[in-house]
């Protein structure tokens, strides 16, 4: 049960990611077509910030995959 936890939540993350930067691409390829956003370079750093949460997710999940789960900072 916990490793199809793990998969279908890292699944979910991919899958923001890669949607997340196909706007991105559809975006610098055809951003003429796209007239509900007038801010491009909004609209784009809106995805490459999802991108960015995405790929955190994929990377904090993938600790607890491999067994070095994350416990909070470490003491200095």
């Known amino acids: 049960m916990r490793d199809q936890l793990l998969k279908a939540a890292k699944m979910h993350a991919e899958g923001e990611y890669e949607r997340a930067k196909t ?3 559809v975006y610098l390829n ?3 077509g796209i007239g ?3 801010d491009i ?3 784009i750093q ?3 910030d999802t991108m960015a949460q ?3 997710r994929i ?3 993938e600790t ?3 067994g070095t789960a994350y416990n909070g900072p470490r003491a200095v």
Do not use: R
């Open 23 to 25: 706007n991105v691409m």
């Open 30 to 32: 055809q951003s003429v």
């Open 36 to 38: 509900e956003h007038s």
């Open 41 to 43: 370079v909004e609209a």
């Open 46 to 48: 809106k995805e490459l």
């Open 54 to 56: 995405a790929n955190d």
């Open 59 to 61: 990377e904090m999940i």
């Open 64 to 66: 607890f995959e491999d």
